[in-house]
Every structure is written in structure tokens, then in C-alpha cells.
């Protein structure tokens, strides 16, 4: 379904669903308007838990702690909301330069609330080694550190990070937030071993269902206590026996199209049957290929890779040169070149500040590494 006149490389962001799983989503989708009562009252549920059952067995999870949300956003905020009322004025959430906009926001706005305050770590890029990473949040942390919150894999810089052992280091003493957006269907995952009391991310990006289908994974200590961003009925009562209380404050947030959600098992599925590796082969493979673009488009600029290729998955980030006419504008004039002059898709972030920024490049199963020629010929002209 993708544009063939267009180069796209920020699978990042959206994602880009198989036609094979907009027509499940599509089929979801008749049989809802076929008579809506009954899709809503009796065929919902059980459809719902079979999406559940199939996304808790692919990411190692317990599904009893797993819930369904819209997005990452939406995941993180509910966890922010639902923690309010436990913690005390002084009390601290470490975030870092990388943490998600959306997500930092969400965190301000929470500790106001509580009349808390965030503490912004500082991780730099280029990066020499993961424990850079874990050495800066671990002297960030102190007796006032409430929740730390971490990016799996960065959205502006593309790195992995080592969640595993910051995890390992703070849990149980301070309950850790992972915003996974990027990493399900990128990066393999066993949320079961890593052990977080919260991880969120999506599955409209590197799983490549529907758009509107992400999810919350709860510790069991803390689903007594959790609660949807949206409060619906769940809050109190009204929910199925066979469902549990923290289950009914999330499946039911009130009417919407749930049908992304439902097609999230048929993603599995098609992907997994697009190599004869599966989901392994489709890893590597992206990998592999996101750092042979990366090394293409760094030639071209002469730049030298700024992270390690361990901490690369599907994405990979580039810092580009500061233009002597730059703005401060986060609306970088490149990519909208890039976009209208050159038919190629790729983000150019303001990062860490204005005039300073990035570029980032994505593989997916879709792009050929001529794909990467394109974009560094591209910038050549560019960028002089």
C-alpha cells in the first residue's frame, strides 16, 4: 500500500500496517456495524482476549498484567495518574534529554500535581558505551526518587538501552516506567525477565498492526492500584466475572473502535510468516540493514557512527551539521525539503536543542539499501 514514488524511511513514527491485516481489521470492522449491540455486549470480550493472550505469549509477558491502550502516551499517562495519590510533595521523577516529549510533559504536568518536581538527566549523543547510561541515572537517583522513568529505545537518537540492568538495580525500592514505543517487534522482549512495575509501548510501529493499538504491562503489586487515564465503569464496578477489576478499568474506557486491537494477533501472524526466520529473521534483518544505511549516509556526510552497533535496532541516528543561517524553530527546513524536493520520508529532529539536530533513519522489511543511496545523495546536495 505504500507510495512506490516515495522513499520512506521514518517507519519510526507510524509504522505502516500489511494489507493482510487492515483486511482482518477491516472484517472486525463489518461484523461491528452488522449489529453493533452484539459485537459490543458478547463477541468483544472474548475477541479481546484472545489479542491479549497472543500479545502477552510474543512478549514474554503475564497477561493477567497486560492491558490494551491507544498508544505509548496514553499508557504512560495512566501510570502517572494512577500514582498521584501515593506519592508526597518533594517527591521526584527522573526522566533524561531523551525521554519522549509527550512523556516529559505528562511527568511535569504529574509532579505539579502532587507537588513533586522532575529531575532531567543528561545522556549524551554520541555515546561511547550503555553505562554511560546507566551511570548517570544511577547518581541521579536519591531518597526522593519516587519513579524513574526510561526509554527502551530513544525516539530522537535511536539508542537501546540497558533497561534490563538499570531495572535489576532500582526494582523494588523505586518502581521503574519504561516507554517501549519502539521496541516490540524490533528488539526481542521478555517483560517477565526484565522485571519494570510499568512498560508501555506500542504495536502500530515494529509489529506493524493498525494504528491505535498499544499497550500497558502492570507488575502484579501495582494493579490494585491502577487505573485508566479514562475512567470508565471498571472504576467501581459493572465488569465481566471472568474479567479482573484492573482488566475492566481498560478494556472498556467507553465506545470507540477497538478493531486495531483486535487485529493485533493477524500483525503477529503475517509478519512472522514474511521471512522463513520469522520474527528472529525480521529483527536481524532490519538491524543489519538500519546499520548498513547508517554507515551509507555517514560516508556521505563524513561523520564518524556516534553509538555503538549493539545499541542500534531498526532506527539509527545521525547528528547533522548547524546551517550558519539557523533558527530555533524545532521545524527543521530539511526535512521539509527532503519531503517536497526529493520524495524521501525521514525525520530531522531539533535536538538536543535548537540549532542543533539529528536525522533518523529506519529499516523495515520494505526498504532496499538503495533506499539509504538516495538519502545520502540527497544530503550531499543539501548540505554541501
Not at 244 to 262: I, V
Request: charged residues 20%; hydrophobic residues 45%; contains cysteine.
Amino acid at each position: 500500500m505504500l507510495d512506490p514514488g516515495v522513499v520512506h524511511l521514518n517507519h519510526g513514527s507510524f509504522g505502516a500496517c500489511p494489507t493482510d491485516v487492515l483486511d482482518v481489521q477491516a472484517q472486525f470492522r463489518i461484523e461491528m456495524e452488522r449489529n453493533p449491540v452484539a459485537f459490543m455486549l458478547h463477541d468483544y470480550q472474548p475477541a479481546l482476549e484472545q489479542s491479549r493472550e497472543a500479545l502477552a505469549e510474543f512478549l514474554g509477558a503475564d497477561a493477567a498484567g497486560l492491558v490494551f491502550v491507544p498508544n505509548a502516551t496514553y499508557g504512560v499517562n495512566s501510570v502517572l495518574r494512577s500514582l498521584e495519590t501515593q506519592l508526597s510533595p518533594g517527591a521526584e521523577i527522573v526522566v533524561t534529554n531523551q525521554t519522549y516529549n509527550a512523556c516529559r510533559n505528562a511527568a511535569i504536568v504529574s509532579a505539579s500535581r502532587f507537588g513533586g518536581s522532575v529531575i532531567d538527566v543528561d545522556i549524551p549523543f554520541p555515546i561511547e558505551s550503555p553505562s554511560v547510561i546507566v551511570d548517570r541515572i544511577r547518581s541521579a537517583v536519591t531518597e526522593r526518587t519516587a519513579l524513574v522513568m526510561l526509554d527502551h529505545v530513544t525516539s530522537p537518537t535511536g539508542l537501546v538501552w540497558p533497561v534490563a540492568e538499570l531495572v535489576a538495580e532500582l526494582e523494588p525500592d523505586i518502581p521503574v516506567l519504561i516507554d517501549g514505543a519502539h521496541a516490540p517487534g524490533m528488539i526481542e522482549l521478555d517483560l517477565s525477565s526484565i522485571g519494570a512495575s510499568f512498560y508501555t509501548a506500542n504495536c502500530h510501529k515494529w509489529i506493524c498492526s493498525p494504528k491505535g493499538a498499544a499497550f500497558l504491562h502492570v507488575a502484579e503489586r501495582h494493579r490494585p492500584h491502577m487505573h485508566a487515564a479514562a475512567i470508565s465503569h471498571g472504576h467501581n464496578d459493572g465488569w465481566p466475572a471472568s474479567s479482573s477489576r484492573f482488566h475492566a478499568q481498560f478494556d472498556w474506557t467507553g465506545t470507540d473502535d477497538p478493531t486495531a486491537r483486535l487485529a493485533v494477533p493477524a500483525a503477529l501472524e503475517v509478519m512472522a510468516a514474511h521471512r522463513p526466520g520469522g520474527w528472529e529473521e525480521i529483527r536481524r534483518s532490519n538491524h543489519e540493514l538500519a546499520l548498513a544505511g547508517r554507515d551509507i549516509v555517514a560516508d556521505a556526510l563524513q561523520l564518524a557512527a556516534p553509538a555503538p552497533d549493539a545499541m542500534i535496532g531498526s532506527i539509527a541516528a545521525l547528528p547533522l551539521p548547524v546551517p550558519e543561517d539557523a533558527g530555533d524553530s524545532i521545524f527543521d527546513p530539511l526535512m521539509e525539503r527532503l519531503h517536497h524536493e526529493w520524495k524521501i520520508e525521514v525525520p530531522v529532529f531539533a535536538w538536543p536543542t535548537a540549532p542543533e539536530r539529528v536525522i533518523r533513519i529506519s529499516a523495515q522489511q520494505y526498504n532496499e539499501i538503495d533506499d539509504y543511496h538516495r538519502l545520502a545523495e540527497a544530503l550531499r546536495a543539501e548540505l554541501g
